[in-house]
């Protein structure tokens, strides 16, 4: 290195020097690092030559009883750690191993909140303290977007960042969906100046990423074990509320008006195409990314042992595949898309835009206007139903029908305990009558008066019709 002067080795592998490149006279002291080819530099902050050397033994002490108790011997922020591990998972999306999207995701949440939260922080330095205060934070320093969390009142500088983050977030999912935003999206900040809290679902998914970049960091060696957060804090679970049969059936007519009065060819396209989309999701409980996978291969008539046509259906999704098995009619909604599709040979995406182009974000916002059309867009929680509800309501018109809970969980691709544990309250409406046994107010149903009557009358004519045959005559 040309900056280093007055170079002296006090023994292998430990080197002090000064550096010609700066104005001070402060020693440093470079360490290799035994049975690695890495070096580490401390400024020693002294002058002195003996305080020096002095202080150079003891850092190489140091170095040596961190690397015995497997301490970590060179500092980072975590802003470093967090960006090689995105690294890490570009290379998988490349290689197919996850989807391309996964990182596009971990990329917003390590460069925003994360970023600002512990950006600058040594990762060696994170404990339980700064890991379990994570969502007090989250919540006092960003705005959700649903009142039903709760609201807060805040600066009118915090109310106009927090509309400025809005308009830069709307203008991505723009120009995700290739639209081409003629000019700067403006959001106003709230004139009351109150914001909704950020769900506890979003802290949850966030707290799972800055899990993940810290078990990084012990695999790496850059901290040690202890340092691994593998628990979360217990957070309310909202889900996406299920529709219910007299929902459906809304939808199906809304649906229908709803295509029936678009003004444009590409708009009667889109409708159709997303109206027949949730029938099929619907009636085979498909998740969003395996209908995004889904070929016009994967599709294969068959029939059942007693004869009747069905659909067999090849899906992959979350890093699986299986067959599930629908109705004919998921073979007569996918049929009305193929007719109107530009994209038919085997190996095309059964769902995609009107050039021929697969579907990124299988027209999400199309589904919400037909959700809004219809009044269905919030469930009974508060919360906006997406495309996920659609494979909630099969599951649960499915458990009413009395489907055999291991053989739903075999046809959605999932385990017993989830269905169990996500679906346990369509058994307690399914068996009411013998859950509110014995309770005031509900009895079991009674036979009526005038069938206990005649029955009771036909039960003395048996007897008296015995009788008569066996009396002596």
């Known amino acids: 290195m040309a900056f280093v002067t007055e170079k002296e080795e006090l023994k292998p592998g430990l080197i002090l020097f000064r550096r010609g490149d700066v104005e001070h006279r402060m020693w440093y002291c470079c360490m290799k690092m035994p049975k690695a080819d890495r070096y580490k530099t401390v400024s020693l902050k ?3 030559i003996n305080a020096a050397k002095e202080k150079a033994f003891d850092q190489d002490a140091d170095i040596r009883f961190r690397i015995k108790h497997d301490v970590p011997v060179f500092n980072r922020p975590f802003r470093d750690v967090a960006r090689e591990y995105l690294l890490t998972q570009e290379a998988r999306a490349k290689r197919g191993e996850i989807s391309a999207a996964r990182p596009k995701k971990l990329r917003a949440i390590i460069e925003g909140t994360l970023d ?7 990762v060696h330095l994170i404990g339980d303290e700064r890991w379990g205060g994570y969502p007090a934070w989250r919540r006092e320093n960003g705005a959700g977007r649903h009142r039903r969390n ?3 009142e805040v600066t009118a500088a915090a109310a106009q960042t927090f509309a400025d983050h809005e308009a830069e977030r709307r203008t991505k999912v723009q120009q995700t969906l290739g639209i081409r935003v003629l000019k700067p999206i403006e959001v106003k900040p709230s004139a009351e100046r109150v914001v909704p809290f950020i769900s506890d679902s979003t802290i949850r998914f966030e707290m799972s990423i800055f899990g993940v970049i810290m078990n990084y960091a012990v695999k790496k060696r850059y901290v040690p074990a202890s340092q691994r957060f593998d628990e979360r804090p217990k957070l309310k679970t909202m889900r996406c509320d299920e529709f219910t049969l007299e929902e459906y059936r809304k939808l199906h007519t809304v649906g229908r008006k709803w295509i029936g009065e678009a003004d444009k060819p590409s708009s009667v396209w889109y409708r159709t195409v997303t109206y027949n989309m949730i029938l099929i999701a619907c009636n085979t409980g498909m998740r969003p990314a395996e209908m995004k996978n889904l070929r016009w291969r994967d599709i294969m008539p068959a029939k ?5 046509e069905i659909v067999v259906l090849f899906v992959q999704g979350k890093g ?15 049929e009305r898309i193929r007719t109107i599709s530009k994209a038919t040979a085997p190996d095309d995406s059964v769902f ?5 182009q697969p579907a990124k974000m299988l027209y999400s916002s199309l589904i919400a206007d037909l959700l809004n059309e219809a009044n269905l867009r919030e469930g009974t929680q508060g919360v906006p139903r997406s495309t996920y509800c659609f494979r909630h309501t099969y599951a649960t018109l499915r458990l009413q029908e009395g489907v055999d809970v291991y053989f739903l969980a075999e046809q959605m691709g999932t385990s017993v305990h989830m269905i169990e544990q996500h679906y346990g309250h ?9 859950v509110l046994q ?4 509900w009895e079991l149903p009674q036979p009526d008066d005038t069938r206990a009557k005649a029955s009771k009358a036909a039960e003395t004519h048996d007897k008296d019709t015995r009788g008569q045959r066996h009396r002596p005559h």
């Open 46 to 48: 002294t002058a002195d």
């Open 116 to 122: 600002r939260y512990a950006g600058s922080t040594q």
């Open 150 to 152: 709760g609201v807060r």
């Open 304 to 308: 059942d042992r007693e004869g009747r």
């Open 320 to 334: 699986k595949s299986r067959k599930l098995v629908a109705p004919k009619s998921v073979g007569d909604y996918l």
């Open 352 to 356: 995609t835009n009107i050039t021929g």
């Open 426 to 434: 369509v058994n307690t409406i399914k068996h009411a009558d013998r």
């Open 438 to 441: 014995g309770m005031a107010g």
